[in-house]
């Protein structure tokens, strides 16, 4: 059964869905929409991208929190945070990303792979093949850790993760398995 949940006034990029909430990435900017389902209204709020950067993916979690990557520049040099934004839109913080940038920023898919993880922890991978769990804090700002390569010959695209029942995370990559 299809029903229209809400229109935007830009394309969506991406869309996860964390508690009751419903959230869109918008193309331009990286706009971070929240469709509500119990009160179904929707909320809005920039979260930035330097230069026109989309990122392919993002991750909400079970807590209605929404990490969004937001990529700025300064001097030339761009740079990858991901941003924590609670159920109510406030921005919690904002943790560097490194290895985000794959050639450039008009050729980087940014966030590519999302899976939950155990505890409601969840995972993600970075388009230039980088590992990192997100994990949730009871009051403030989440911890993010990069847990380093997800392929052990180094860079690879890893556009698909999930886990099994067991919590083994599995992913689609290209490449051999020796690199």
């Given at each position: 059964v299809w029903e229209h949940l809400a229109a935007?006034?830009?394309a969506l990029i991406a869309v996860a869905v964390g508690g009751r909430y419903v959230y869109a990435l918008g193309y331009f900017n990286h706009v971070l929409f929240q469709f509500d389902t119990q009160t179904r209204r929707l909320k809005s709020v920039p979260v930035g991208s330097a230069g026109g950067h989309v990122s392919r993916n993002f991750v909400a979690d079970e807590r209605g929190h929404a990490f969004v990557p937001r990529v700025t520049e300064a001097g030339g040099t761009l740079s990858a945070a991901l941003v924590e934004f609670d159920a109510s839109l406030h921005e919690l913080?904002?943790?560097p990303i490194g290895q985000y940038?794959?050639?450039s920023r008009d050729d980087s898919h940014g966030i590519v792979g999302v899976s939950p993880g155990a505890d409601g922890t969840s995972y993600f991978t970075t388009g230039?093949?980088?590992l990192y769990q997100i994990i949730p804090s009871v009051s403030g700002a989440s911890t993010v850790s990069d847990l380093g390569w997800f392929h052990p010959g180094g860079s690879?695209?890893?556009p698909s993760l999930f886990r099994d029942a067991a919590g083994v995370l599995y992913a689609a990559t290209y490449g051999s398995s020796n690199g």
């Open positions: 935007t006034p830009q913080g904002a943790m940038f794959e050639r230039k093949g980088r690879r695209y890893v």
